[in-house]
């Protein structure tokens, strides 16, 4: 079973970065698409950017666009999130997901497995 690990989160000012990493174990990483949610206290978890096998295609939320990019390192297991001028509203807790389908699925239930999260606290 892939264990999903994040870690870069932490408090910024409006404005800053920040650069998610998220670690999967096993040996069938880059046989998956890869995804990043957040979900702030009280809500629901929102689709942020998902990525495909090799790396060549990416979807973003409405919200993230333009400012978030998703990247990921095969050859490490990794995927990334580079975050660039955030804002309060983008304070979150943020999960990497494993899709089992289209690099475009945006719902939770696409996923089918998770991160234990990392929070992103972005103060105004």
């Known amino acids: 079973q892939v264990q999903l690990v994040e870690s870069g989160g932490g408090l910024v000012q409006t404005g800053g970065s920040l650069r998610l990493s998220c670690v999967a174990s096993?040996?069938?990483?880059?046989?998956?698409?890869m995804g990043w949610f957040r979900q702030p206290p009280g809500t629901e978890r929102e689709f942020v950017a998902g990525i495909s096998r090799s790396g060549d295609s990416t979807v973003y939320g409405d919200s993230v666009k333009g400012r978030f990019t998703i990247s990921r390192d095969n050859a490490k297991n990794t995927v990334f999130l580079q975050m660039n001028n955030l804002k309060p509203e983008d304070t979150a807790v943020y999960y990497c997901?494993?899709?089992?389908?289209?690099?475009?699925?945006?719902?939770?239930?696409?996923?089918?497995?998770w991160g234990q999260g990392t929070q992103v606290t972005v103060s105004s």
């Open positions: 997901g494993r899709n089992r389908g289209s690099v475009y699925a945006n719902a939770p239930i696409e996923y089918d497995a």
């Open positions: 096993g040996r069938s990483f880059s046989s998956y698409n």
